[in-house]
């Protein structure tokens, strides 16, 4: 898994990426894209088209290492991308993210340096926000906090974690945007982690494994 150093810069915390990698977690994610494997064969010809251009177009290793785990102190995966029965209803629907089981009150790291696009505390997701970067969307959903507006426009606070994130603030990878909680629709603290590329739903899945192996390459 992809570590995160802390270190104090001029009376703040900046974060520098180590990879220094969990063979043990990043099984779990092959074992997952195997899951996957199966799962495409019921997703849309445009769906499994979208994710193939999404990882080609940017399969570089050197691009892969920018990149941040989503989760600290992350335990499973509770739910893959795909068709599955809902947790609430038992329904069969399709799931647009990844979940990742962590205690509760864990942080959560934006995988990718971006800027934040819209905050949220209503519906499904919960509090929640969506960040840019680039061609990619990434999603983070049921986190602790509410969504303000003042004059400066609207903004997610978590005081208890010390988190305050605005519309339009750039936001490094690796950087603390939140805690893993149970808002919005869920049935347990977990972070539902949503991706897209050029607006198109990709399986998260894809993206960790495309992490592992340019983090490796790289090394």
């Known amino acids: 898994m992809r570590a995160l150093q802390a270190e104090v810069f001029r ?6 990426p180590t990879f220094k ?8 994610v ?21 994710q193939e251009v999404a990882i080609a177009d ?23 991308f795909g068709y599955r029965r809902d947790p609430v209803n038992g329904n069969q629907r399709f799931h647009y993210g990844l979940d990742l089981a962590a205690p509760n009150g864990s942080y959560i790291r934006n ?23 680039g061609d ?16 400066r426009g609207r903004a997610m606070v978590d005081r208890n974690g010390g988190i ?10 690796g950087a603390r945007i939140g805690r893993v909680g149970m808002t919005g629709r869920t049935t347990g ?19 960790l494994q495309a992490m592992y192996l340019g983090q490796q390459a790289g090394r």
């Not at 092959?30 to 979208?50: D, E, I, S, W």
């Not at 990718?112 to 970067?133: F, R």
């Not at 990619?136 to 959903?141: M, N, R, S």
């Not at 994130?165 to 990878?173: D, F, K, S």
Request: proline share 5%; aromatic share 14%; net charge neutral.
């Open 164 to 173: 305050q994130l605005r519309v339009g603030q750039q936001v490094p990878a």
């Open 21 to 28: 990698l969990s063979r043990l977690f990043w099984l779990m």
């Open 58 to 80: 940017t399969g570089t290793a050197a691009f892969w290492t920018q990149a941040s785990f989503p989760v600290e102190d992350f335990q499973t995966y509770t739910s893959p």
């Open 189 to 207: 603290p977990h972070l539902h982690w949503g991706m897209k590329y050029q607006d198109n739903w990709i399986d998260p899945a894809l993206v």
């Open 11 to 16: 009376g703040r915390q900046r974060w520098r």
């Open 30 to 50: 092959l074992g997952l894209l195997t899951l996957y494997a199966t799962l495409t064969v019921f997703a849309t010809p445009n769906l499994v088209k979208a």
């Open 111 to 133: 995988w990718w340096a971006g800027e934040v696009v819209w905050v949220e505390d209503q519906g499904a997701c919960g509090t929640s926000v969506g960040i840019k970067s």
């Open 136 to 151: 990619w969307t990434h999603i983070y959903c049921h986190m602790h906090g509410h969504v303000t507006r003042d004059s």
